[in-house]
């Protein structure tokens, strides 16, 4: 049997190639995700591990992967530095100048890379990393050593069009906002790359000058260990010499900060992407499943021999698994193959938008194979397991008919019993995430959609069967007979039109229903925009990161402008758990008028206002002293006068801004909010505006169409990718037309070439087939489009509280629709071309 079976498996090489499709795309996804996520935490590893010092001397307060440290105008004096040299347990102490907010130009003038990952300044300093490695490795060229001098990252060096020699433009956050460097050499982190981030390296004087106001002091201090001293040794004799609000921390506690902050963005990527390849494996499976059963209906005569010539059941349902395994086989081989790839194709869409990924280490890990076989096989043998029982089970006296065929029976009521009551079980348990069940709303409803959609897909010739009927009645007006004998040949065997949409459904589902969450959050966001944009413009980098007083100190100036209040955010542990709080000045109550919940919205001395949300999470109220620990070691206890409804206004803490510069942090601004005079022309005073940060491309003036339009950008680039990942599916549900076509095409040889005898002209034979295949492609749009619709409204409902407005994109399922009839186009021309090829004579004697 096994010789007989790898015997038909080669023998059938087209059968062979289009089965194992299925399988390539699937598990290629599935690969391509895990290579891309193993690269992406190891490039952040390697990056963390390779630039981190056995221990660091930095201000109380601060936290690793955060960037707050330059924030604090409290600084490492040098005589702590030599203080710490002097001890037995400290091989070298490096003084280090962590200059945040600074932006680098391009040779073209504009930012290199964009608003995604920061740029990181540093004074150099040769010091090595917990492993004892150097920190930096030279690319090219030298270190800075005279002030004047900069050194890149390769990659930044490449982005922004610089050889050595050239002249570097860097955005400043304190002092001068423009200033030029010579670039004397490029390097890179030791582990590789950046992963986006831009690298620049400045001479020590420069750097203090730059980012210190010229103050011969340091932000932190870069401890190495002396032979046989520990981490903790070593951080605890600098313990010993350092002054009030600074500390010493080991480099492992550094690491595992890093890996923390870190890991929680590293993680919703990665979900994120499994999601997409779950998705296109579900895809994949409906189309194995839909192959194998043609291949077993066609293969009937074959079975019943087998059966005839004394071959058990068992044995013909091995020969149909032992087919799939080797075809399982081949598919997460080639998949893996093609994972490799499309990691590589994951890391460029990323590298576009900022996240530059190592590619060695995009390499296909143990647990990478190991998963793609394992998924590969398994669902391949699952999905091919029930055609292999119904070939088992046709008699052996079947194989003296003539007529011989199996035709799929339809659904019975039973099934149909079963379906409706899992319809009405997700139903209820999105009903129950609806009216807020114990848990997370969307859990209950992520749980109903995935039964809906799996029963969907599974009771699609029932549900189906009106699409089905309008579409033959449709193309019977409009093509007559052929289009006639189309609608038929979908409606002969609606299991297999089903499960063949189905695959197509699946991925439309989802895509329908992230459109109308796009849709919502577009709208809420301009419902928000209206309600809340109580300025007449807003200035504030697109980035959301600080940037220099000086810009606010010039608009000031600007002939037509009333009222200006500035914003200032930072990294603080509010009741000992880290939060974003802001700090407002005095103007900000004469432009925004909060919606007080109790108290007053008037603060000032160490006083805050809290949304309502925050005033929850706190267990906080009017009255209530809340303890707010800033970079730098103080802490200050601020009396709550005031609750408001949560608004993206303000953050959830808001204090007045002179608690942040009385507790030693450096200023900046994080946001502008102008109003302009009574009776200025609004258009002169923006283009006077503009014209202020013309040349400082980190910060935009936006009035309100202008911020709603940069949010709509910001969700659709989200959303787009979103529909590139998930496009992925679909063209595997395509493929499932084409297989399911072909594959029907061969198994009707001989009624093809009857209808040719008959008449039948090649050109109408391909218009059947391709009328055949839109109308799968139409019954699983429709399908999807519904599903995905429902779904997608319950989804936003329990999201209410952030999506207040629902929308649907009604012009956007319009389009799906009209994208699912094209592919039914393409997906049909290899079939009818196949078939309007066929010898009439040769295929009236087919058996």
Same mark, same amino acid.
């Given at each position: 049997?096994?010789?007989?079976?790898?015997?038909?498996?080669?023998?059938?090489?087209?059968?062979?190639?289009?089965?194992?499709?299925?399988?390539?795309?699937?598990?290629?996804?599935?690969?391509?995700?895990?290579?891309?996520?193993?690269?992406?935490?190891?490039?952040?590893?390697?990056?963390?591990?390779?630039?981190? !010092?056995?221990?660091?001397?930095?201000?109380?307060?601060?936290?690793?992967?955060?960037?707050?440290?330059?924030?604090?105008?409290?600084?490492?004096?040098?005589?702590?530095?030599?203080?710490?040299?002097?001890?037995?347990?400290?091989?070298?102490?490096?003084?280090?100048?962590?200059? &945040?907010?600074?932006?680098?130009?391009?040779?073209?003038?504009?930012?290199?890379?964009?608003?995604?990952?920061? /740029?990181?300044?540093?004074?150099?300093?040769?010091?090595?990393?917990?492993?004892?490695?150097?920190?930096?490795?030279?690319?090219?060229?030298?270190?800075?050593?005279?002030?004047?001098?900069?050194?890149?990252?390769?990659? !930044?060096?490449?982005?922004?069009?610089?050889?050595?020699?050239?002249?570097?433009?860097?955005?400043?956050? $304190?002092?001068?906002?423009?200033?030029?460097?010579?670039?004397?050499?490029?390097?890179? =982190?030791?582990?590789? #790359?950046?992963?986006?981030?831009?690298?620049?390296?400045?001479?020590?004087?420069?750097?203090?000058?730059?980012?210190?106001?010229?103050?011969?002091?340091?932000?932190?201090?870069?401890?190495?260990?002396?032979?046989?001293?520990?981490? /903790?040794?070593?951080?605890?004799?600098?313990?010993?010499?350092?002054?009030?609000?600074?500390?010493?921390?080991?480099?492992?506690?550094?690491?595992?900060?890093?890996?923390?902050?870190?890991?929680?963005?590293?993680?919703?990527?990665?979900?994120?992407?499994?999601?997409?390849?779950?998705?296109?494996?579900?895809?994949?499976?409906?189309?194995?499943?839909?192959?194998? !059963?043609?291949?077993?209906?066609?293969?009937?005569?074959?079975?019943?021999?087998?059966?005839?010539? #004394?071959?058990?059941?068992?044995?013909?349902?091995?020969?149909?698994?032992?087919?799939?395994?080797?075809?399982?086989?081949?598919?997460?081989?080639?998949?893996?193959?093609?994972?490799?790839?499309?990691?590589?194709?994951?890391?460029?869409?990323?590298?576009?938008?900022?996240?530059?990924?190592?590619?060695?280490?995009? &390499?296909?890990?143990?647990?990478?194979?190991?998963?793609?076989?394992?998924?590969?096989?398994?669902?391949?043998?699952?999905?091919?397991?029930?055609?292999?029982?119904?070939?088992?089970?046709?008699?052996?006296?079947?194989?003296?008919?003539?007529?011989?065929?199996?035709?799929? @029976?339809?659904?019975?009521?039973?099934?149909?019993?079963?379906?409706?009551?899992?319809?009405?079980?997700?139903?209820?348990?999105?009903?129950?995430?609806?009216?807020?069940?114990?848990?997370?709303?969307?859990?209950?409803?992520?749980?109903?959609?995935?039964?809906?959609?799996?029963?969907?897909? &599974?009771?699609?010739?029932?549900?189906?069967?009106?699409?089905?009927?309008?579409?033959?009645?449709?193309?019977?007006?409009?093509?007559?007979?052929?289009?006639?004998?189309?609608?038929?040949?979908?409606?002969?065997?609606?299991?297999?039109?089903?499960?063949?949409?189905?695959?197509?459904?699946?991925?439309?589902?989802?895509? !329908?229903?992230?459109?109308?969450?796009?849709?919502?959050?577009?709208?809420?966001?301009?419902?928000?925009?209206?309600?809340?944009?109580?300025?007449?413009?807003?200035?504030?980098?697109? +980035?959301?990161?600080?940037?220099?007083?000086?810009?606010?100190?010039?608009?000031?100036?600007?002939?037509?402008?009333?009222?200006?209040?500035?914003?200032?955010?930072?990294?603080?542990?509010? @009741?000992?758990?880290?939060?974003?709080?802001?700090?407002?000045?005095?103007?900000?109550?004469?432009?925004?008028?909060?919606?007080?919940?109790?108290?007053?919205?008037?603060?000032?001395?160490?006083?805050?206002?809290?949304?309502? +949300?925050?005033?929850?999470?706190?267990?906080?109220?009017?009255?209530?002293?809340?303890?707010?620990? =800033?970079?730098?070691?103080?802490?200050?206890?601020?009396?709550?006068?005031?609750?408001?409804?949560?608004?993206?206004?303000?953050?959830?803490?808001?204090?007045?801004?002179?608690?942040? *510069?009385?507790?030693?942090?450096?200023?900046?601004?994080?946001?502008?909010?102008?109003?302009?005079?009574?009776?200025?022309?609004?258009?002169?005073?923006?283009?006077?505006?503009? @014209?202020?940060?013309?040349?400082?491309?980190? $910060?935009?003036?936006?009035? @309100? *169409?202008?911020?709603?339009?940069?949010?709509?950008?910001?969700?659709?680039?989200?959303? =787009?990718?979103?529909?590139?990942?998930?496009?992925?599916?679909?063209?595997?549900?395509?493929?499932?037309?084409?297989?399911?076509?072909?594959?029907?095409?061969?198994?009707?040889?001989?009624?093809?070439?009857?209808?040719?005898?008959?008449?039948?002209?090649?050109?109408?034979?391909?218009?059947?087939?391709?009328? *055949?295949?839109?109308?799968?492609?139409?019954?699983?749009?429709?399908?999807?489009?519904? $599903?995905?619709?429902?779904?997608?409204?319950?989804?936003?409902?329990?999201?209410?509280?952030?999506? /207040?407005?629902?929308?649907?994109?009604?012009?956007?399922? &319009?389009?799906?629709?009209?994208?699912?009839?094209?592919?039914?186009?393409?997906?049909?021309?290899?079939?009818?071309?196949?078939?309007?090829?066929?010898?009439?004579?040769?295929?009236?004697?087919?058996?």
């Amino acid at each position: 049997m096994l010789r007989l079976t790898l015997r038909n498996l080669v023998a059938r090489k087209v059968r062979l190639v289009m089965s194992t499709l299925a399988i390539v795309l699937g598990i290629g996804f599935l690969a391509g995700v895990l290579t891309f996520s193993h690269g992406l935490g190891a490039t952040f590893d390697n990056i963390i591990e390779g630039s981190t !010092s056995d221990a660091l001397v930095r201000t109380e307060g601060e936290v690793s992967f955060q960037a707050s440290g330059a924030g604090t105008t409290k600084l490492v004096e040098p005589q702590v530095i030599e203080r710490l040299r002097e001890l037995p347990e400290v091989e070298a102490a490096d003084g280090s100048v962590d200059g &945040v907010g600074a932006y680098l130009l391009g040779e073209d003038g504009k930012l290199v890379g964009g608003t995604g990952a920061p /740029t990181l300044v540093f004074n150099y300093y040769d010091s090595v990393n917990v492993a004892g490695d150097p920190i930096l490795i030279l690319e090219s060229g030298q270190w800075p050593d005279q002030p004047g001098e900069i050194n890149l990252d390769e990659s !930044s060096a490449e982005r922004g069009g610089y050889e050595i020699g050239d002249e570097v433009t860097l955005l400043l956050p $304190v002092g001068e906002l423009r200033k030029t460097f010579e670039l004397v050499g490029t390097s890179n =982190f030791n582990g590789g #790359g950046t992963a986006g981030a831009t690298l620049a390296l400045l001479e020590t004087s420069e750097a203090q000058a730059v980012f210190l106001g010229g103050q011969d002091a340091y932000t932190t201090v870069a401890l190495t260990a002396a032979d046989g001293v520990s981490q /903790t040794e070593l951080a605890d004799a600098a313990k010993t010499v350092l002054p009030d609000g600074f500390t010493a921390v080991t480099g492992q506690k550094v690491i595992d900060e890093s890996d923390e902050q870190i890991g929680q963005f590293l993680d919703v990527i990665g979900y994120f992407l499994i999601a997409f390849a779950v998705i296109a494996i579900v895809v994949g499976a409906f189309i194995i499943f839909n192959t194998f !059963s043609i291949l077993v209906s066609q293969r009937v005569r074959e079975s019943a021999l087998l059966r005839a010539l #004394g071959a058990s059941r068992r044995q013909v349902t091995w020969s149909v698994l032992v087919e799939a395994f080797f075809m399982a086989l081949l598919g997460s081989t080639l998949g893996l193959l093609l994972g490799l790839g499309l990691s590589r194709g994951l890391a460029a869409v990323f590298r576009a938008q900022g996240l530059d990924i190592a590619g060695e280490v995009l &390499v296909l890990t143990p647990t990478t194979v190991i998963a793609a076989y394992v998924v590969g096989i398994g669902i391949t043998m699952i999905a091919a397991f029930v055609p292999a029982r119904r070939a088992a089970k046709v008699a052996p006296v079947a194989a003296l008919r003539d007529d011989l065929t199996v035709q799929e @029976k339809a659904l019975g009521r039973r099934r149909i019993l079963l379906g409706t009551i899992a319809l009405l079980v997700g139903a209820a348990l999105m009903g129950a995430g609806l009216i807020g069940a114990p848990g997370a709303d969307a859990a209950w409803i992520g749980a109903g959609a995935v039964i809906w959609v799996i029963t969907v897909a &599974v009771m699609a010739p029932v549900l189906g069967h009106p699409v089905l009927v309008a579409c033959r009645a449709a193309f019977d007006k409009v093509f007559g007979t052929t289009g006639k004998l189309a609608g038929e040949n979908a409606l002969r065997n609606p299991r297999r039109t089903g499960a063949t949409a189905s695959a197509l459904m699946i991925g439309l589902a989802v895509v !329908s229903a992230v459109g109308v969450l796009a849709a919502s959050l577009s709208a809420t966001n301009d419902a928000l925009v209206d309600r809340e944009f109580r300025s007449d413009f807003l200035v504030q980098s697109p +980035s959301f990161q600080g940037f220099p007083t000086k810009i606010g100190d010039e608009m000031e100036q600007v002939d037509g402008v009333g009222t200006i209040s500035r914003m200032q955010g930072s990294v603080a542990l509010v @009741k000992e758990d880290q939060d974003f709080v802001m700090g407002v000045d005095r103007a900000f109550a004469r432009i925004y008028e909060l919606d007080m919940v109790r108290g007053t919205q008037d603060i000032s001395g160490d006083q805050a206002i809290l949304s309502e +949300s925050k005033a929850g999470d706190l267990d906080a109220d009017v009255g209530t002293q809340v303890p707010v620990a =800033f970079p730098g070691g103080q802490t200050v206890d601020l009396e709550v006068v005031g609750i408001f409804e949560d608004t993206p206004i303000t953050g959830g803490v808001t204090m007045p801004i002179s608690v942040l *510069e009385d507790a030693g942090l450096r200023r900046n601004d994080s946001t502008l909010s102008i109003n302009v005079a009574e009776g200025a022309d609004v258009g002169e005073v923006q283009a006077a505006l503009d @014209k202020v940060v013309e040349d400082i491309p980190v $910060v935009t003036v936006q009035d @309100k *169409e202008g911020f709603s339009e940069l949010i709509k950008g910001q969700v659709n680039q989200l959303l =787009f990718m979103i529909y590139g990942l998930l496009a992925l599916a679909v063209i595997i549900a395509v493929i499932g037309i084409v297989n399911t076509l072909g594959l029907s095409v061969i198994e009707r040889t001989r009624e093809v070439g009857l209808l040719r005898a008959v008449g039948l002209s090649r050109r109408r034979l391909r218009l059947m087939i391709t009328l *055949e295949s839109i109308t799968i492609a139409v019954l699983g749009a429709v399908l999807g489009l519904v $599903v995905g619709l429902l779904i997608g409204v319950a989804l936003r409902q329990s999201l209410s509280d952030d999506l /207040t407005e629902l929308a649907l994109p009604l012009s956007s399922l &319009v389009v799906f629709l009209v994208i699912a009839v094209v592919f039914g186009v393409l997906a049909a021309i290899v079939p009818a071309v196949r078939a309007s090829r066929m010898k009439v004579l040769d295929a009236i004697a087919t058996e």
